[in-house]
């Protein structure tokens, strides 16, 4: 059973828009949350992350919200470029649980940006 | 620039050879992870250590066995290579407090022929 759902396969925004990616997860003891960017033919590469004492947290261009109430984060890029085109993984992980910060991922997200 | 490397890149090869995927890091980090990833679908953890002669099965059951005798080398080996291992294969590690995650390798493409 998936404990992190990433239920839209791909998006398409205009360049200079907003993307916003969602992620929904199912494990109450997640306490920490994190977005990958993948290329393909490449590893994913660490986005931004949050804690679960937060609410929000932005870097840039990139901001992650998080309700812990709904079990459901997201990813706002603001403004979308090309180069963001890429597919985005939301991960999961129970730092302080018995699974020692092994992170769980979701199924991710295909975005493309059109100039 | 990474700091985690994976060899091959790309490998084909056919059903019963036995292979063994490298995957070294510079960084000293204690915690290693092996994850399998197939086109649309989540990675998924096969093994996972978290030092030297420390080696743990990951939540998705595989085939392919790991040992870690040197912090910065992790390799994972098929005994015997069969069309379902046919995926791509990330090695990653994670540097101590966690913030910021892993850091992952470019990956083996597997192809088992």
């Known amino acids: 059973d998936q404990q992190v759902k990433q239920n839209s396969p791909s998006l398409s925004v205009q360049e200079g828009r907003i993307s916003i990616l969602n992620c929904d997860y199912t494990?109450?003891?997640?306490?920490?949350f994190l977005w990958y960017k993948k290329y393909p033919a490449e590893g994913p590469t660490f986005l931004i992350s949050?804690?679960?004492?937060?609410d929000k947290n932005e870097d840039g261009r990139f901001t992650v919200f998080l309700n812990k109430s709904a079990k459901h984060l997201s990813l706002h890029i603001v403004p979308s470029q090309p180069g963001d085109s890429a597919v985005y993984f939301c991960?999961?992980?129970?730092?302080?649980?018995?699974?020692?910060?092994?992170?769980?991922f979701g199924k991710g997200t295909k975005l493309s940006v059109k100039p | 620039e990474a700091d985690i490397y994976q060899t091959p890149r790309y490998l084909v090869i056919g059903t019963g050879k036995k292979i063994t995927l490298e995957c070294s890091q510079t960084?000293?980090?204690?915690?290693m992870y092996w994850y399998q990833q197939d086109p649309g679908m989540e990675l998924h953890l096969i093994h996972y250590?978290?030092?030297?002669?420390?080696?743990e099965k990951g939540d998705l059951s595989s085939e392919s066995t790991v040992s870690r005798i040197r912090t910065e080398h992790f390799p994972l080996t098929l005994e015997s290579a069969r069309p379902s291992h046919t995926s791509q294969y990330l090695c990653?590690?994670?540097?101590?407090?966690?913030?910021?995650?892993?850091?992952f390798g470019s990956g083996t493409r597997l192809t088992v022929v």
């Open positions: 990653a590690s994670r540097k101590p407090g966690f913030m910021g995650g892993y850091t």
């Open positions: 494990n109450s003891m997640f306490d920490y």
């Open positions: 949050i804690s679960s004492i937060k």
């Open positions: 991960a999961a992980c129970a730092l302080y649980g018995g699974s020692q910060g092994n992170l769980i």
């Open positions: 960084m000293g980090h204690d915690k």
């Open positions: 250590s978290y030092g030297v002669n420390s080696t």
